[in-house]
Every structure is written in C-alpha cells, then in structure tokens.
C-alpha cells in the first residue's frame, strides 16, 4: 500500500478515522476533540484493550464539531523500536478502511516532549506499508492510502526519518526486481540516477576490471551473457580525512554456477545481491540526510550462471591482492566478489574501517535463525559499536568467531586457499575467514551475513516480517544509519 502524507489545519467530514496517540491515558482530558472523554477512560472494556494491545477502537462516534467517525486511542511507548513496531501494527490494523484516509492526531505533551515519538510512530506506520506489485496488472485504489498530519508537526527529525524511508524502499526496490530485469549492467545504470541527490558515482565496466586485475570477480560472472560491474558512490570525501567504506555482494541471480542448486526455492536467489541494496540505500540515506561523515560505498555486480564459459571447480585463479584461490564449489561465489572489491577499496581510499554487507552463507541460518545477522570481525571496537546499532535499530547481530585454527580449513595445496572449508562444519566462519585474508592487517573490518534476514520469506519465523510486509527488509540501513550517527 502506497501511503502519501498531507498536511491539514483542521478537521473535516472527510478525516473519519482518526487515531489519536497519548503517553498516558490522563491526556485524555486535554483533548477537546471528543466528547464525554472520560467515560471512556473509566470504561473497563476499554482499559483491558489497551492493557493488552496499546489501543483500542471506539467507533461511529460524533466530535465536538459533530461530525460521525471512528477513533482509535493509542497509548505509546518509552521504547524507539517498540514505537516503531506500534506504527507498523497500526498500519496493518487500517490498511483495509474505508475511503484510504486516516488522520493521526498527538496529545500537545507528545508534541511538545516527544518528537522522536511522533517520528517513530509514523516512519513504522509508513515502513510496513512497502509493497512490492509494479508487475501487477490490476493496481486496486485500496492500495493508496492517505495520511493526514497537522501542519504544526512539521519537524526536521521527521523529515530525516522520511529520508530514511525512502532509501530503505529503494533498497528493497532493488532486492525485490526479478532477475530478468535487474541485471548487473541495468543495476549499474539505476545507481547513476542516484547522482541526483549530491553522490559522486562511478562505474567500473568488463574491460576496466580486467584492467585492474579483478579475476576473482571476473571469474563468477564469465558463464553469463551478462556483463560485471563495480559501481563505487562517494560522499563528502575530503583530503586527510580517511573515509568509513561500505562493501556490498551484488549477485543479481545465483544459480550456483557449474555447482547448479537444487530448483526448490531457487527463485529466491533475485535477492543474492541483498547487501549492495543495504550499500545503496545507505550511500542514498547519507546524502539525503546530509551526514558529516566521509563515506564510500562499492558494490560488485555479477550474475552467477553455468555455461560452456563458466567457472569450473578445480579452476585457479589469482584475485587481484595476488594471492590465487582454487575454486572446489562454484557455489561459493559471493566471497570470490567481495575478495577483490576489498582489495580496490583499500588500494583506492586508505580507508578509516570497512563494513561488507552479503548474504553469503546458508549455513548462518543453520547457527542463527532467521532472526539476527552473523558479525565477524578483526576489531573489538568496531564490532560493539556495530552490536550497539543493532541494538538501538532492532537489526540485531551476533559476533561469531574467527581464528588461526580455520585457517587450517581453507588452505590448499595447490593455490593460496580454496573458496570452501575442508568440512561442512563452520561454513560461514570459512566465509569470514577467507574474506579476511583480503584485509590489510591494521584495517578494522567487519563482515555481516545477512543471508537469513534480508527476506522476509525465508522463514515464517523471522522476526522481520512485524515490521515489513512480506519480501525485502532492506536490513542493515537503518543499523548503518544508527552506526553513523554514534559517538
């Protein structure tokens, strides 16, 4: 459902569902609008369903100004995320109303006290809303819905939060479009609109990344009639300043290459470049919302396809740091993409610390559910302050461990190291530790696999789906948005 925001100075016949949102129940009192107000305060049907709920509805009731409609009584939080979590409750409450208009109204303490209230409430409201239907033929009018605010809370947090929005819907844009349509060239070519909102891009085409010596990358995508792309978004670089990067896998369909996957649920893998949509929704959010902080982002486009061309296990192939990889699971791909755009991006930007974004591993489902991404990293410092943003966005992480003993499981005999572990225990450590040894040593680094919380279809479980109507959760925005903005 599309939701569109208006501003009004009053009320009319046509603002029918009105919800009204209180800190407490006593500021009941103080809100004209409704009339014999405490009664309702005093009505015990009405107490238990806001104990149990945080609202209740009361229906076709008149207003002061006697006009018939139906009002909710909201009782809010102390809680960011439970507000957040409270908006996108509501929004599924109403989504099937009458006439797509909704009116929210704010106790004056809330509007005095209470900004990041009112802005978390609405951003929730507007982030379950998200809906992924252009290839729908038939676009109902109940899709659209209209949400009316007071002009007197215009305020700049809501405009970040709106700002925030809308480059997690991108984001989840990009997961959500079919293979056939987002490839790696066409996915390079949507980023350069994005120049519109201040970012400097640049795009890394074939015959430039075998210029540069990216193989690694090369190699994933050579079984596909669709060519590679590096795409790399810059904002408020400056000189002697080192910049925070952002790394994002970017395969645009995984069929496993040569090590075909089983067809079950192989439709699922248009989401395989999940963490370059989390790299481009946040590149979008910095510079929306204008942030101080020096900023890289690079993401590697591939399509990972069997062919005569492609990649065969067995193969060898020397990344561009120099070090050579045999590839035993053609499989094991999205590793082989980050392991050279990690290499550019400290040769290129000497860089402050490095965060990569990839749904790399099925096996951190196997150890974490659906419900957090797996943190590995060789920084302690950078690693609380991500377990921080996590805590603070409800994008949660856990730290998983790395160490000399894996390396064990991923050297070989004929190359450097092999893109897989010796057993099939560990696999997303393996991933982590093959990754980190495309890190220059004095580098904070840290990896997140988002595999099991990027969609929210991979689990009836996953604890995303509250917030987030079924599909992409775009995770990781909002967690790098909380990063950016701690001390």
């Known amino acids: 459902m599309t939701v569109s925001i208006e501003y009004i100075t ?30 309702y305060i005093k009505d015990k049907k ?35 995320e439970k507000n957040i979590g409270l908006g996108s409750i509501l929004h599924s ?12 109204l704010f106790s004056k303490n809330l509007i005095s006290n209470s900004k990041e209230v009112l802005s978390d409430l609405i951003f929730g409201f507007c982030l379950k809303s998200y809906k992924f239907d252009k290839y729908k033929s038939i676009n109902s009018i109940k899709d659209k819905l209209t949400l009316n605010l007071f ?81 790399i978004f810059e904002w408020n670089l400056k000189k002697n300043i080192k910049p925070t990067i952002l790394i994002g896998k970017g395969v645009t369909f995984d069929s496993g290459g040569i090590s075909l996957k089983p067809s079950e649920g192989m439709e699922e893998m248009i989401t395989d470049m999940g963490g370059s949509a989390v790299v481009v929704g946040s590149m979008m959010n910095a510079a929306l919302n204008n942030s101080p902080h020096s900023l890289v982002g690079i993401i590697g486009l591939v399509e990972n396809m069997p062919d005569g061309k492609a990649q065969r296990p067995g193969d060898i192939v020397k ?11 053609t499989d094991a791909e999205g590793r082989l993409v980050l392991a050279d755009i990690l290499t550019y991006a400290q040769n290129k930007f000497n860089p402050k610390q490095i965060i990569d974004f990839a749904t790399l591993t099925g096996a951190i489902m196997i150890a974490l559910g659906t419900h957090r991404a ?11 302050k991500l377990e ?33 572990g010796k057993t099939r225990f560990g696999g997303s450590i393996h991933a982590a530790q093959f990754i980190q040894r495309f890190i220059n040593k004095n580098t904070p680094w840290a990896h997140l696999d988002i595999a099991g919380v990027s969609w929210t279809m991979k689990s009836e ?18 967690l790098v948005d909380k990063f950016l903005k701690g001390k």
């Open 374 to 384: 797996g943190l590995f990293s060789n920084n302690d410092t950078l690693s609380k």
């Open 388 to 420: 921080i943003a996590g805590d603070l966005s409800g994008e949660r992480i856990w730290r998983l461990p790395l160490g000399s003993e894996y390396d064990e499981e991923i050297n070989n005999s004929r190359a450097d190291m092999q893109n897989i």
């Open 93 to 104: 409450y109403f989504q099937n109303i009458k006439n797509n208009n909704l009116t929210f």
């Open 319 to 329: 990344s561009l740091s120099g070090q050579t990889i045999e590839i035993l699971n």
């Open 461 to 478: 479980q996953n604890s995303f789906s509250r917030l987030h109507s079924p599909g992409a959760t775009s995770f990781g925005v909002r």
């Open 151 to 231: 002009e007197l809370i215009k305020f700049n947090l809501l405009n970040y939060k709106l700002n925030l929005l809308k480059s997690i819907n991108i984001s989840k844009d990009f997961v959500s479009e079919p293979a056939n349509i987002l490839n790696p060239v066409i996915y390079a070519e949507k980023c350069m609109e994005l120049k519109k909102f201040g970012l400097n891009i640049k795009i890394l085409n074939k015959d430039k990344l075998k210029k540069i010596g990216m193989r690694s990358l090369l190699g994933v995508s050579q079984g596909s009639d669709n060519d590679p792309r590096v795409v």
């Open 10 to 39: 009053s009320l009319s016949v046509n603002n029918n569902n009105i919800v009204i949102f209180v800190s407490n129940l006593s500021q009941l009192k103080n809100i004209d609008i409704l009339p014999n107000i405490n009664l």
């Open 46 to 80: 009405f107490i238990s369903e806001i104990n149990v709920n945080n609202y209740s509805l009361i229906s076709n009731i008149y207003l002061k100004n006697n006009f018939l409609c139906n009002v909710c009584i909201v009782l809010t939080y102390n809680s960011a």
